[in-house]
């Protein structure tokens, strides 16, 4: 997949309209919002820069939450603030994103300005991908460039209008995800291990089928195990299961079947762990936290294999965080890995109760001499909690368009940036 590429001469003394993933949580402080986490700002940083030293004018787009009128709550202005420390330079915020008087004021700034436009969600046409909308944003700038492979699963004007009516390039981090997804596809250092946690089924499990294909096994762990583990046979008690969309149940659709077939499909393949112990494909925990809510203060343990799992039965507990054997199980096949792929927590890890099994499980990826590849989401958040920044290969900054584009789809912000064959 090659995408069209920024260079100097695309850009020099050019305005560049740059979809960026602006959508940072604020915090208040002393009566004024700020950034909380300028994680996804530190991601577009470097096609920022690039832009300004070859003087062009960056003019930064973007959505922040979901407002349906504007709302001083979801206004980018802290967040140009906030990018005005980053980049330190001068980062000029306008109040509004299409009009005659936007367009007057980006043409009075010089080369090398960063310009920072007002929430694009403030206006409904974004999200319906109005025409005339995305022909208004077009006509502020002479190139786009789509900096937000995170939002690219999502056919908003933004990403996929304004390339219409504007020769579109890849950003630089949008097209560094693109590559390092695109690879981990297609070849893989192998064994390739995936791990899949999280609590919701429903955005993974596309993504779950196509690379169960791919890896040499997949461990899973959080609420999506309680989906395989349900379909093999075993009770999950109150454990949470994701129920399945109407329109899903509609087309015969259901996440344990799924789930079913994931398991029947895989049934012949095998992974040999140390070399000669023959593993299924898709491991599930044998053991688990369990307890009766996911406040409770304390966990017990349920071997789910010829041991105490009556006791669940028993008192109706909630599955929480992955058990020791599991736990044991898991980071001996990750220590053998050639690529492992990561993308959610295998408990409440919120809860220090149900924390252990993440935490682990971070801290072997972490130091496994495999190519370690992480999802974003809730798994940034865990090993921000756990202290373990800096010590992976590649963590991304998208979760759902991460996700879609590991099903194998085209993401429809992504064919616009296509390079053309001649």
Not at 105 to 117: K, M, T
Not at 332 to 337: D, G, K, R, S, T
Not at 389 to 415: H, Q, T
Request: proline share 5%; glycine share 8%.
């Amino acid at each position: 997949m090659e995408l069209q590429r920024l260079t100097s001469s695309i850009i020099k003394n050019k305005k560049v309209l740059v979809r960026a993933d602006l959508d940072v949580p604020l915090e208040e402080k002393n009566g004024k919002l700020q950034v909380a986490d300028d994680n996804r700002l530190q991601l577009a940083k470097d096609t920022i820069t690039f832009i300004t030293e070859h003087q062009g004018v960056c003019i930064l787009i973007g959505h922040l939450g979901r407002p349906e009128k504007k709302d001083p709550q979801k206004s980018f202005k802290p967040v140009a603030n906030h990018l005005s420390q980053l980049l330190n330079q001068p980062v000029i915020f306008i109040d509004d994103c299409i009009g005659d008087a936007v367009q007057k004021q980006i043409e009075h700034q010089p080369p090398g300005s960063v310009i920072v436009l007002e929430n694009l969600r403030y206006y409904s046409e974004e999200q319906a991908n109005d025409a005339h909308f995305a022909k208004q944003l077009a006509s502020l700038a002479d190139v786009y460039v789509n900096e937000a492979f995170s939002t690219s699963h999502r056919t908003h004007a933004s990403i996929v209008g304004i390339p219409t009516y504007l020769p579109a390039y890849a950003g630089f981090n949008l097209a560094k995800e693109v590559e390092t997804f695109s690879n981990l596809m297609t070849k893989p250092k192998r064994p390739f291990v995936m791990i899949v946690g999280g609590a919701k089924i429903s955005d993974k499990v596309e993504a779950i089928e196509h690379l169960t294909s791919i890896a040499d096994v997949v461990l899973v762990g959080g609420g999506v195990a309680n989906n395989f583990l349900k379909a093999d046979g075993f009770d999950v008690q109150k454990s949470y299961l994701q129920d399945t969309p109407a329109d899903l149940k509609k087309k015969g659709t259901d996440y344990i079947e799924a789930a079913a077939e994931m398991i029947h499909d895989t049934k012949q393949d095998r992974l040999l762990k140390d070399g000669y112990i023959p593993l299924p494909k898709i491991i599930y925990p044998i053991d688990v936290i369990a307890a009766t809510s996911p406040k409770s203060k304390s966990g017990k343990v349920i071997e789910l294999v010829n041991g105490n799992h009556h006791e669940a039965t028993k008192k109706g507990l909630m599955y929480l965080d992955i058990g020791p054997k599991t736990i044991k199980l898991f980071q001996e096949i990750i220590l053998q890995a050639g690529t492992v792929f990561w993308n959610g927590p295998m408990g409440v890890f919120e809860n220090k109760a149900f924390a252990n099994g993440t935490r682990e499980i971070g801290q072997t990826v972490a130091k496994a001499t495999a190519t370690t590849i992480l999802g974003g989401g809730d798994t940034i958040g865990a090993i921000n909690d756990f202290k373990l920044n800096g010590r992976f290969d590649y963590v991304s900054g998208a979760g759902g368009a991460a996700l879609e584009f590991l099903s194998g789809k085209m993401l429809p912000g992504i064919k616009p940036l296509l390079k053309r064959k001649s």
